[in-house]
């Protein structure tokens, strides 16, 4: 990328996929998962910005700032933490991260794979196979590890460990704390889209609000050079199951083509830039 002009604000966007943009086209860079017309490089047309986008899809808070990424699937392909290639001179920098480090998207996309016949039969399968060689190799098998999900305290202080990083490297910048728009509305029900129960939807929201809280705190004690930008609420309306919404729902063939299950769509990602403009305006 050229360098940037004085005069032309530099934006530089860090976190996971619901800033990168997996399944929506064009896709200019694919192993990252990020999209052209993501919400970074839409804000930059809107403000005529020149943008940096460091967006990795699957990205952790501690990805960010410590842990090189490998590829999920080419493990060769490693992505470095995304502040190393931070820089110092930008004036803006948004982040919307965290919702991996409480598997919020991927226990959501587990549920639902499971509730599905296909996932029922592939699981079924992977079991037998998985008992089988366990038995052919006379191995004993392995206990069943219980998840030990990060606690709401410890992604609260993880997340301020981004923020206080990112503002170490860029002093000047402006950093917006983008929220994640909001996939399980009020009025979403199972259905097609959401193939599993209401006691995991109702599970699945308590854990956005967890990360929502996160987030809340972890601005507010940062107030002079870190603003939040509160858009989980006012997006429930386009959860899924409304007219109009701003997330993509579940289906298989979406999921093995690294869709938008359960991710901001075109139009969510639009939605996202225009609230930054405001904001930043403002």
């Known amino acids: 990328m050229p360098a940037p002009s004085n005069r032309r604000l530099h934006i530089v966007s860090l976190g996971s996929s619901f800033a990168a943009g997996p399944g929506i086209h064009p896709q200019i860079a694919p192993r990252a998962g990020r999209s052209g017309q993501n919400y970074p490089h839409i804000l930059a047309r809107l403000l005529d910005a020149h943008l940096t986008d460091l967006t990795v899809s699957g ?19 490693v992505f470095p933490p995304q502040i190393t290639l931070l820089p110092s001179s930008a004036n803006i920098i948004t982040i919307t991260a965290g919702g991996n480090d409480l598997e919020y998207i991927g226990g959501m996309v587990q549920d639902a794979w499971a509730a599905g016949a296909l996932g029922k039969i592939v699981n079924f399968i992977v079991g037998v196979v998985r008992r089988v060689y366990l038995l052919v190799r006379r191995r ?11 606690t709401e305290e410890a992604l609260i202080t993880r997340l301020g460990r981004v923020l206080d990083a990112i503002h170490a490297k860029a002093p000047n910048a402006r950093v917006f704390l983008v929220e994640y728009l909001a996939v399980l509305g009020a009025n979403t029900q199972p259905g097609k889209d959401v193939p599993f129960s209401q006691d995991r939807i109702d599970y699945h929201r308590q854990t956005a609000r967890k990360l929502q809280r996160a987030y809340v705190q972890a601005a507010e004690s940062r107030a002079g050079w870190c603003e939040r930008v509160a858009i989980h609420d006012s ?20 999921l093995l083509r690294r869709g938008s299950v359960f991710h901001p769509n075109l139009a969510g990602m639009q939605a996202v830039a225009e609230v930054l403009v405001r904001k930043i305006d403002r």
């Open 140 to 150: 004993p098998r392995p206990a069943e590890q219980a998840l030990q999900p990060l």
């Open 235 to 254: 997006s429930a309306e386009h959860g899924l199951g409304s007219q109009v919404p701003w997330v993509g729902g579940f289906g298989y063939w979406a």
């Open 59 to 77: 990205a952790t808070l501690l990805n960010i700032i410590v842990d090189p990424q490998q590829h999920f699937l080419f493990r060769s392909v």
